[in-house]
Structure formats: C-alpha cells, structure tokens
C-alpha cells in the first residue's frame, strides 16, 4: 500500500482543526496560549503520529481485502465445477443486460456527432401514440418567419432517385435539406462547401449538391475530381459543391444518404404548396434564454393557427379530423430517430427481461453460495469461537462473490459486443441500417455496475447466513434454518420465472395468431419487382411501356401470372379516398373514404385472391371505355348489404366507375389492421398519372421456388425498355415476415428468456433437493427402517416440491398480472392477463420444477436404512 502511505493533506488538516478547537477550549475556559497547547498536546496527543495511526488503518484495510481476494481465489480454485458453474451464470445475465443496453445506448443515448446537441429541438405533429411525425412544408415557411423564441431553424426531407452521373444512372438515397442545414448544426465540409441559404431558391443557378463521405469514396475514390462534376435528378442538373465530413451522416441517424440537395430544388410542387401534404423534418436551436417549454408553447399556438388555415379550405366534414392534429417541440439530442420510436417500448421491455434473468442468475448463485456455506459450517463455527470477526467472516465471503463477479462481469462484456450485433440485425430483420452497436464507455460503466450488484445481491444473504451463530454448527443441529432460506431462493427463482414465462407466451403467442390471421392472399410463391429508369416517360408513353414490362415478365418462362398494384397489401402502406356510392347517404358524422388501389389485369390472379362475383380488369378497359371498378366484399357489403354490387356506381374526385367484380377482403396496412372497404380501379384507365416505376409488379411462379426466377428478370424488363432497370427483387413472403419483425423478435428473446429462466429454476430446484437429500440422510434409514415404504418417502420430497412450486407460481402470477399490461401495444388479440397463458405458464413450470425434483425424490427413496444410519 505504498500509493496510499503519501501525504494525505486531508487528514493532516482534519486533525488539526480539532487539534485548534481544543487550544481554543482552554483558551475560553481562562489559560493563556502557551498552557492551552500544551495542555492540548497531552491530551490530544501528536498530530503527526495519529496520522500514521490513520494511515495505518485504511491500509491495513485494503491490505487484509486483498488477501480476501488472494484466499477467495484460492478456495474457487480448489471447487473448479462450482466456479465455472457461478460465473457462466452471472455472465449469461451480465452479458444479456450490457448486450441489450448496447442496443439502447445505440439507438436511445448517443447524441448526433454535431455542435451542441444538447441544445437541438425537434418540432413536429404529435401522433395518438405521442411519436414525432412529418409536417407540411408551409407549416416550415410559417415557424421560419414567425417563431420568435428560436435562433436558427432548418428542415430536412428525404428522396430516393436515379440520378445520372457521367452518363450512368444509379439509385441514389437524398437528403432534401433547406438552406440554414449545416448551418444549424454546425457540421463543417470535408472537401469544397457545403450548401448555403443562397443555394436554397428556386433560381438558384447552378444548382449545388454536396455529397457523403462514404459515395465519395464508393464513386470518387476520394478523388478531388467529385467537386463540379454535374448529377441529373428528374432532369435538373445539380453540381457537386462539397464533400460532408465522414462522422456526420444525416439528422436522422439510421439514414446514410448519398445526396444533400437543396430542398426548394428537390420537393415537388405538390410538396411545396400543400398543407396537409407531410413531408419535412422541422428541427431548431433556441435563443440564449428559451426553453423547449417556451418553444413548444409558440409552436401549439402557431400550429393551431395553421390547422384552423387548412381546415377552412377543407370540407366540412373534414374539418374536425384536421383540427385533432397537435404540433409540439422537444429536446433531440439524438435528432429525428423512426427507428427508436419503433422500438423503444420493445427495448425497455426487453430491458426489464433481461432484469429479470440476471435477478434469477442472482439468486441461482446465492443458492450455491448458500450451499457451499452449509458445507462450510463447522469450519465457520470453530473460526468463530477462536476470536475470528462476524465481519471479517463477512467480507471473505462477499470477497469471492466480488471475484465471480468481477469474472462474470469480464467474460458478459466479451459477450455483449457479439450478442448485441445478434439483436440488433434481429430488430433490423433484413433491413439495412449503419447505427453501430459496438459497446462503448457507457456499455462498459453499465456492465460494471451491473457486476458490482450481482455481488451484493447473491453474496450478502448467505454471508450474513453463514456467521448467524456458532451453536448449532458445533452441535450438529440440522440446519433448518438454510433450507428455509434455500426454499425462499427457489419460490424467488420460481416466481421470477413465472413473470417471464407469462411474457414469452403473450409475445410467442401474439406471433402466432398473426400467422393466423386470414390476409385474403396467398404470398407464397410470388415475386415483387420494382423497376426504376434513369429519366421519367413523357405521360404518352407511360402506359405503353406499362404493358410491354407486363407482357415480357407473363412470357417468362415458369410464370403463371403476371400484374402491378401501386398499393402492395400489408407493407404499412394505403390510400384512401373519398368515394359517393350510388344509393347510399353518408351520415354526417361517418366516414366518407375508402381504401383505393390501382392495379393491372391479373392482380387477383397474381396475388391469390378469389374473385367472388363479376369479372376481372382486361383488355376491353381502356382510356377511351367506361370506368370499371371492382370491390372488395367489405366495401360490397357495408353500402349494398344483401343487394348485388355488379352494376352500381362509385364516384371517387369526379370520376364515376361501374362495379364490375367483387373481390375478396385482404389485408392492407398491416396483419393487425382489421379489412377496410377497399375500390380498386384498373391502372389502363389512369393513363400518364404514374410512371411504371411507381408500380410493385408480382409475378407468380407456376411452380417451385420463385427464387429461380431471379436470373431472367433483368432480361424480360430490358426487353420492356432497354432504359428500364430492376431496382429490386424480393419474396412477398419475406416482406410479410419483414411487417411483424418486431413480433417475431419480441416472441424469439421472450422465449429464449423463458427458456433460460426454466432452466435456471430447474437447477435450483435440483440443487436445493439435492443438498436436502443429502442433509436429511440419517433422518430418511430412520423412516425407511420404522417402516416407512418408498412412496411415503417420494411422497415427502414432492410434497415440499408441489409447495415451493404452488407459492412461486402464486407469486409469480401477481408479479405477471401487474407488470403484463406494460406489453399490452405489443401484443395481438391477447390480453396481458390471459387465463390461458397463465394456466400455461404455470403447467410449464410445474412440469419443469417435477422433472428437476425427480432424481432427488428417487433417491431419497431407494435410501439405504443401514448406509443411512451409519451416515454422520
């Protein structure tokens, strides 16, 4: 203890103020200075020496904690199976709880890598669910020109386009950025300028383009030759002006977008001018003295303002849904991030599991360490009556809960990094992102903490047991006082368990009736191409390439049906529109929409719905022939009840269709969505409203996998148009299983977690009647040799099995009941108190805690009376 034998100038200090009060004592009580100190030195003794005594103590302290730690590893090694055993399970919990705070510090704490983002503030509407959303680019114009409580405002929108560069098209992501970006956020350029409020004007000549750090290096190589070189989007040439720094991306975090564009430049008119047209990302600095509250007080007022606007250029109708809306603004450090507000509550959710699992690896190891003290007893008891310290026993004790820890703690770091990267591509399932999830200072400040509590929280209570008394160790009692504590850990374990069986069956349980639900369409076996091509089709040859791309695809060889829809069913997407149905007379308080799609001939054949009465869309519906329509049996059967459909009239913006088919329900939104009355139009009589890359085309495979398609797709649509290219290729499939990822993510860590907590209770239940077997040997010859027969015996340890078990599920169930409803938006026509999932739950457990205690039981009553008797 060398480090600590320094100067201390604390001590020295402290000790000599009470050195002076005491002269200052004497001095009050009437003796002069020189009698005071003196009288003051005698009594209170030399400052210098107690020093040293001080000294002496604090490292006589750390000196005997190190020799626990020496003597705690010592004895673990001695007892390898038990180490090994301890650590694995506090490294099991330790690592699931830093791996799923990697996710969380990823996704939920890191701040944007710009100037000051402790100070950014995120303005935008307030969904029902209290998320951030989208705003109107007018609603921008007006906090620009009128929000006085900011100093700096800017707005973000994002684009994905083929853009043309040195004569060839790529797909390109964007960001759409208004002049004051950079600006704003104080991001500084790697190469040439960054944009500027000059460069956001519709004039602006010519128009600028910066470009990221990683399509710099992908299409430059890094090269000084980017700058000037000019990128064709929707047939405007921009010129790249500037390089962004590598460490900044984008104000949404999960985005990396090749492009920053100039907004006014890059949105549509429509987007420009609309007010119910939500588009933007609105974000804001305060001026010296402004708080978010105040900012967001001006932003409701101003926000009420604009939707009083909107509303009075709206039916009336329409007004009181536009009025509902709410704006507000708040602190975003971390920017405008969709993917934590996807997956917050399923973070924290799973946060609070993974609690639970380490709680339960807690108790697991107090109930070994309680075992190994049982053992220990007489050793303990005798170190007792020799003089030995109840807190120095203490603190040996908590010293090897400090090196499992210390080991667990070390080896769960090791696993988090790779287990958090597991997660994390489970939550992206599929989907691309750039956010890194490699552990960092705060993982590690986590996962130290965490250690730090697994120690107290399985080494305190067998400790404290351990040093209870001396008397009955040296006597032999039996130690009814440890199995009481042991039994307390397994309903503990039990209980725990039980909290998260309940939630692995409601999430596994929610995944399956989701694959349970009736879509109205069969997925399997189909193909969903997007197309893309590097200039838009002028309106009089759009719908001729439509039909050249749908015939070259049904030519293909193994196709059995080939179409396009601009809505693809459960992808998160729908339109809805105003209809006027012939015969029907809306109510004033009931909604006038309707789901709308435009689809190509086909569509019900490609996508394996039935067409329950009529015809299908074909050659005969053109531009020039009379609007057909077709419905779905909701739309049919809500405006018509009993009547027939065929031959009715539908009006949507001016345009009136014939019903000429009824089709069957499907699925749009999502699976949980219930059917909406949906109006599908033919794409034929909408000529030049959309280009062919504004469609999904499904193609069916006649046979086997689809995948086997793949290779002839690029062919079939170059023969389309040698300008059309595929943009992309998946399996409906594959996207039905992308739409209830976070489901499937939520029932597959729920399950492994009540996986794990069943095996952990198994091995405290098997651990704890082992050690009471064992205790109870002499007691059991005695039964056996008084005649007691096998069952009584089996009987007797099952007994106290069926207790244990009955009071753990007990516990277990309130603990389920009261925490359950936190799942309740996760979760599909399941309530978080479910009779069923319980029953479940706790059969699953009583089956597990039987199974455990059977070799127990069995030994206890094959017991030998005469080996019983001689035991002890």
Known sequence: MTWFRRENPRVEDELRYHRDRLVEDFIAAGMDREAAERRAFREFGNVAHLE??????????????????????????????????????????????AAIFSLINAVMLRALPVADPDRLVLISRIGDDGRPLLVPYPFFEMLRDRLESVSAITALGTLSATAIIDGQDDLLDADMVSGTYFDVLGV?????????????????????????????????????????????????????????????????????????????????????????????????????????????????????????????????????????????????????????????????????????????????????????????????????AIGAGRGRLVRQFLAESVVLAALGGSVGLLMAG??????????????????????????????????????????LAPA?????????????????????????????????????LVGAALFIGTLVKLHAVDRGFDAGGVLVVGVRSPQPYPPD??????????????????????????????TGSLWERTVQVEGYRFRDDEPDAA???????????????????????DTRDTAASPRVAIVNESFARYFFGSREALGRHVTNAGVTYEIVGVAGNTKYRSLRDRTIKTLYVPQTQRPGTAQPSGYHYLVRAASGDPQALVAGLARAVREADPALRVQRVRPYAVLIEQS??????????????????????ALGMFGLLAFQVARRTNELGIRVALG????????????????????????????????????????????????????????????????????????AATIDPLAALRHE
Not at 54 to 68: H, K, N, P, T
Not at 423 to 447: C, E, H, I, Q, Y
Not at 541 to 553: G, H, P, W
Request: some cysteine; charged content about 15%.
């Open 52 to 97: 040293e005594q001080v000294r002496d103590v604090r490292g006589r302290w750390i000196a005997d904690f190190a020799q626990d730690i020496r003597y705690a590893v010592r004895t673990l090694r001695r007892s390898p199976m038990f180490a090994a055993v301890a650590v694995l399970s506090l490294a099991l919990g330790i690592g699931a709880n």
């Open 188 to 384: 500084q350029p790697a190469a040439g300028r960054l944009l500027s409020p000059a460069d956001d004007v519709i004039a602006a000549e010519p128009a600028a383009a910066v470009i990221s750090d990683r399509f710099w290096r992908r299409r430059f190589g890094r090269g000084p030759d980017a700058i000037g070189t000019a990128v064709t989007i929707r047939d405007r040439v921009f010129t790249i002006v500037g390089v962004m720094p590598p460490s900044f991306r984008s104000l949404q975090p999960d985005r990396t977008p090749d492009l920053v564009l100039p907004l006014q430049l890059a949105l549509a008119d429509d987007q420009r001018r609309l007010m119910g047209y939500n588009t933007v990302t609105v974000m804001a600095r305060p001026r010296p003295g402004a708080t978010v509250a105040r900012i967001d007080a001006e932003v409701q007022a101003l926000f009420g303002a604009f939707v009083q606007l909107s509303a009075s250029q709206q039916r009336e109708r329409d007004r009181p849904s536009i009025l509902r809306q709410r704006a507000g603004a708040r602190a975003a450090p971390d920017g405008f991030n969709p993917f934590r507000y996807d997956h917050e509550r399923s973070l924290l959710i799973l946060m609070g599991s993974v609690g639970l699992v380490l709680l339960l690896a807690c108790v697991n190891l107090s109930g070994l360490l309680l075992a190994r003290a049982a053992a220990r007893q007489r050793e303990i008891a005798i170190r007792l």
């Open 595 to 617: 789901s709308f799609n435009v689809i190509a001939p086909n569509y019900f054949k490609a996508i394996g719905t039935p067409l329950l009465a009529g015809r299908d869309f």
């Open 541 to 570: 040859r759009i719908q001729a390439v439509a039909n050249a791309l749908i015939e070259r695809l049904a030519a293909m060889p193994g196709v059995s049906a080939v179409s396009a829809t601009a809505v693809l069913p459960v």
């Open 740 to 761: 209830i990822g976070a489901e499937r993510t939520m029932a597959t860590l729920g399950g492994a977690f009540g996986a794990l907590a069943m095996l952990v209770a």
């Open 788 to 859: 007691a027969g096998r069952g009584s015996l089996l009987a007797l340890v099952l007994r106290d099995v069926a207790m244990m078990v009955a009071a753990g599920v007990a516990l277990g169930s309130v603990a389920a009941a009261m925490t359950a409803g936190v799942a309740r938006s996760l979760l599909y026509d399941l309530t978080p108190t479910q009779p069923e999932v319980f029953a479940a739950a706790a059969a699953a457990l009583a089956l597990t805690a039987m199974a455990a205690a059977w070799l127990p039981a069995r030994r």
């Open 464 to 500: 404290l047991h351990a040093v209870r008394g001396l008397t009955p160790a040296l006597k032999q009692v039996r130690a009814g006082g440890t199995a009481r504590l042991g039994q307390a850990l397994v309903v503990a374990q039990l209980a725990i368990s039980m909290v998260l």
């Open 418 to 459: 790779w287990l958090a990267a597991q997660l994390f591509a489970l939550f992206l399932n599929g989907r691309d992102a750039v956010t890194s999830v490699a552990p960092d200072w705060r993982v590690v400040a986590f996962t130290g903490a965490v250690a730090a509590v697994s120690c107290v929280l399985a080494g």
